[in-house]
């Protein structure tokens, strides 16, 4: 047939309309929904979420020195969870993926330990951090703060901001001068799809306002940390403005919309879920610091009624979140259709030699580095009878505070009151050997990542803090037969909200109700004075009302600092050199029964 301008013109358009180049690939009419009754562009990709890694790069635990276990057999770490990603990726197609992070990364275990403190990433010519190295290899997109970053100062902290390929966000995380972030408070990041127009993805970065209490010391004077509710509501609007299709929210903050600093800080702790109710514009939240694992949960926007997807993944590299996103084109712009949300275990996988190899010298080195020799002991000493007894090593735990207490406050206004300590069985497995102690030895004592406070209190408060703590026993009829496997952890109150106190002594009548437990309290051999005057030791978690353990959230914070305890015990050994149990174990308190010794 000869071939005229209208044949022409007509086939010309018939094959526009049959075919669109899209990076190369053909794609069909029905698929680009031209025309009546075509159906509608569609696009999916997925976003995958870690939280609270804590410095777990490989399965394993420094403070035992050996492949980490737990009761229920999880595995840990960014060796295992680069596996699953890769999977991911393999699956979706890598451009079809991006992987965030909600915050608390580098610190937490002796390997993020040793690089900001005993070979400091902040040193001239330092090393770069694993977390960054791990994380930069994984690919990561974006982190955004936890309330950890800043446990060892903001010069660390912004060392390894700078190391990191991806921005670390925190539109909360604001200059106390200027009142403007202090970190790139989101990202947006651009998702090629097969039709022409890309999908933009806009993740802003939340922390946690509690920052402000547990790390006063580094960030009084140069960042404050406003609410989480308030700082999405302003950017959630501006990145919608900005043309975001998607907005995912990774916020280090749990769902449960409680504080445990109680009014310390006009805003909420754990705001995640209050965030997804008031802001509307959110389609997904990656939450974390709560350490737990949260698969699937919506929350339905009180002004819009759409619903968020939530998901948490647990801790410490133990589980992947997967959201899922399905997306329609509709009106020039493309839409969330259906947002889901999954998580994977990184139990099913093995460590990713990419990840192990990179890290295998950095890994040498802290293993070299926790087997050190740091002093001796005189004899063994165990937690195994801890719970219900007053041991020589949680003596320990309880001297190493009470003196670094004392020296903190020494030439100031406090330094002539009593100082007195708290302290809790974390594990009933751990144990100082006779002979050579190590790092991991000392260490072992102190499993959790809390610092050192000093609060006051007075007599008739302490008094209290200890009922409160001693509804830990079960209540035991004078003369009834005591069995310590049940004697313990009434009301399902876990080891570590049982506090003992030394400096004080005390017994725990077991046969009385809650409430009227505490007889003979003592300071100095002499009945307490309600109305006198204490410093307490006490970790963070408790002084941030962890445990809501009454008066000490409230009361006076007189010092604080932000080394672990656990490292300050291990500088305490390696000063002394030797820990003799003679020089400071006492017995402060015991359980009685209508004044007869249960032990």
């Not at 680069?82 to 608390?104: C, F, P, W, Y």
């Amino acid at each position: 047939m000869p071939l005229n301008r209208r044949t022409f013109l007509g086939t010309s358009a018939a094959a526009g309309a049959g075919v669109v180049m899209a990076g190369g690939v053909t794609v069909p009419a029905e698929a680009q929904g031209l025309g009546p009754g075509r159906p509608p562009k569609r696009y999916a990709f997925t976003v995958m979420g870690t939280t609270d890694l804590h410095g777990n790069v490989f399965n394993w635990d420094y403070f035992t020195d050996k492949e980490f276990d737990d009761k229920a057999h999880n595995d840990v770490g960014l060796a295992k969870i680069s596996t699953l990603v890769e999977q991911v990726r393999a699956e979706k197609g890598r451009h079809n993926t991006l992987m965030i992070d909600a915050g608390d990364t580098i610190q937490g275990t002796q390997l993020s330990y040793y690089y900001a403190k005993v070979d400091p990433i902040t040193a001239k010519r330092g090393p770069v951090h694993p977390m960054a190295q791990a994380m930069n290899a994984i690919g990561y997109d974006a982190a955004a703060l936890g309330n950890h970053e800043f446990n060892y100062g903001i010069p660390v902290l912004r060392k390894f901001e700078e190391q990191c390929d991806f921005p670390l966000l925190g539109a909360n995380a604001l200059d106390a001068k200027t009142l403007t972030p202090a970190f790139a408070p989101y990202v947006i990041k651009r998702m090629r799809t097969p039709y022409g127009p890309d999908v933009k993805v806009a993740i802003l970065g939340l922390t946690n306002p509690g920052i402000a209490i547990w790390d006063k010391a580094n960030v009084s004077g140069k960042m404050v940390f406003p609410g989480l509710e308030e700082q999405a509501a302003k950017f959630v609007p501006r990145l919608r403005s900005m043309g975001a299709d998607v907005v995912i929210v990774s916020a280090h903050s749990g769902t449960s919309g409680t504080s445990s600093y109680g009014d310390q800080v006009p805003y909420v702790e754990n705001a995640a879920a209050l965030v997804a109710e008031q802001v509307p514009g959110i389609d997904a939240i990656l939450v974390g610091h709560a350490h737990l694992e949260i698969p699937e949960y919506f929350v339905e926007n009180k002004e819009t009624g759409k619903k968020v997807v939530l998901s948490e993944p647990l801790k410490w590299g133990q589980r992947l979140t997967l959201f899922d996103f399905d997306l329609v084109w509709e009106k020039g712009r493309w839409v969330v259709e259906r947002a889901g949300s999954r998580v994977l275990n990184s139990n099913t996988v093995a460590e990713d030699p990419k990840i192990t190899g990179l890290l295998a010298d950095e890994h040498k080195k802290v293993v070299a580095y926790v087997n050190q020799v740091i002093g001796t002991s005189t004899a063994a000493m165990t937690t195994a009878e801890a719970a219900w007894k007053d041991e020589p090593i949680i003596d320990l735990i309880n001297v190493v505070q009470a003196e670094t207490v004392k020296a903190a406050l020494a030439g100031g206004a406090y330094a002539s009151l009593p100082v007195l300590s708290q302290a809790s069985c974390f594990s009933r497995t751990a144990q100082i050997p006779a002979g050579n102690v190590t790092i991991k030895d000392a260490a072992g004592l102190y499993p959790f990542e809390n610092t050192l406070e000093a609060r006051l209190l007075t007599g008739a408060q302490l008094k209290d803090y200890l009922e409160f703590s001693a509804r830990y026993y079960v209540q035991t009829a004078a003369g009834a037969p005591v069995d310590t496997a049940k004697l313990t952890n009434a009301g399902n109150t876990p080891d570590y909200n049982y506090d003992a106190v030394s400096g004080l002594t005390y017994e725990i009548d077991i046969a009385k109700p809650n409430g009227s437990r505490i007889v003979n309290l003592s300071f100095e051999g002499k009945a307490i004075d309600p109305a006198a005057e204490f410093v307490l030791a006490v970790n963070n978690y408790r002084a941030s009302g962890g445990g809501n353990f009454p008066h000490v959230a409230g009361a006076k914070q007189l010092w604080a600092n932000s080394e672990e305890i656990r490292n300050t015990i291990i500088g305490w050994v390696q000063a002394k050199g030797s820990v003799d149990g003679a020089q400071f174990a006492s017995v402060d308190w015991r359980l009685t029964r209508d004044g007869v010794p249960v032990f």
